[in-house]
């Protein structure tokens, strides 16, 4: 791997869905050119009989899936809790993206959507989080980007930006209605913030009205309607146990029934070449 080349980094516990994550790692990397670094986290405690069995195996799956995909692989381990070694690995080498599998919200696997979110919110780096193998090769071409109040909102237009000029992508805008005024101008400027960036950036682009109801279950079904490729979401600021246990927005579309891959991005995230598409705004 070359000195201060950016990586995507594919959390790795030998499931299907890693499996999965892995294979739209690579169809990402194809398009943006970077390598790919498969991270373990394994127990504070391991012995180290079973470090070097699992140093082993990786060693083994990078270079079959290396020949396999025809594409630089490594990968690394590190010890230590799920919900914060992978945020602290892919923060300290910035990492330009993880690629993540879930096994969805069914039964007790709940909990497992409930563990993603978890992971997510301890990241500066942008999340996309997935649960089927890609359908293709393709780009991603059409991309939901739900809109509303919050100011984090802002945030994800850099993510929409990237996706635009890397993937081609058309950004459907879906634009929650309300009968608050303060809240209806709050989310009108940030409409206008993303459509100056938008434009600014030649990315084509469409504006649906969300009408007032459940975000998570409309968000998920305008989405399916348009076959879209990808959901893009902003996870809230101060996240609460309660949350996680009972089921977030942003946790409720992670876990989508439709398995529509979902990029989520942290109201703090940062990420590669991404102040040259902004116009000199933010950071």
């Keep these: 791997m070359e000195e201060n080349k950016k990586i995507i980094v594919v959390p790795w516990d030998f499931t299907h869905v890693a499996e999965n994550a892995l294979a739209h790692a690579v169809k990402i990397s194809r398009m943006v050119n970077n390598d790919i670094c498969l991270l373990h986290i394994v127990d504070a405690g391991i012995s180290p009989k079973d470090y070097t069995e699992t140093t082993t195996l990786?060693?083994?799956?990078?270079?079959?899936?290396?020949?396999?995909?025809?594409?630089?692989?490594?990968?690394?381990?590190?010890?230590?809790?799920?919900?914060?070694?992978?945020?602290?690995?892919?923060?300290?080498?910035?990492?330009?993206?993880?690629?993540?599998?879930?096994?969805?919200?069914?039964?007790?696997?709940?909990?497992?959507?409930?563990?993603?979110?978890?992971?997510?919110v301890k990241s500066k780096i942008p999340f996309i989080v997935i649960q089927d193998p890609p359908a293709d090769q393709e780009k991603y071409h059409n991309i939901v980007f739900p809109v509303d109040f919050r100011s984090e909102n802002k945030g994800k237009i850099k993510m929409a930006i990237f996706m635009g000029k890397y993937f081609d992508s058309k950004i459907h805008m879906l634009v929650s209605v309300s009968t608050d005024k303060t809240i209806l101008r709050k989310t009108k400027t940030n409409v206008n913030f993303a459509v100056r960036y938008l434009i600014q950036n030649n990315i084509e682009y469409e504006i649906h009205d969300m009408p007032k109801g459940k975000y998570a279950e409309q968000t998920i079904d305008f989405a399916q309607k348009i076959n879209a490729d990808l959901i893009l979401i902003v996870t809230t600021k101060n996240i609460t146990f309660a949350d996680y246990m009972l089921g977030a927005s942003e946790q409720q579309i992670i876990a989508n029934s439709s398995k529509i891959p979902v990029c989520c991005v942290n109201p703090l995230a940062s990420f590669t070449n991404v102040g040259q598409f902004m116009g000199g705004w933010g950071s």
Excluded: C, D
Excluded at 65 to 81: A, C, E, Q, R, T
Excluded at 85 to 111: C, D, F, P, R, W
């Design 58 to 120: 990786l060693k083994r799956l990078v270079e079959e899936n290396g020949k396999k995909y025809n594409i630089p692989l490594s990968y690394h381990v590190s010890k230590g809790s799920i919900f914060t070694a992978i945020a602290e690995y892919v923060n300290e080498v910035e990492a330009s993206l993880v690629v993540m599998g879930t096994h969805g919200m069914k039964g007790m696997q709940k909990l497992t959507g409930s563990w993603a979110l978890k992971v997510i």
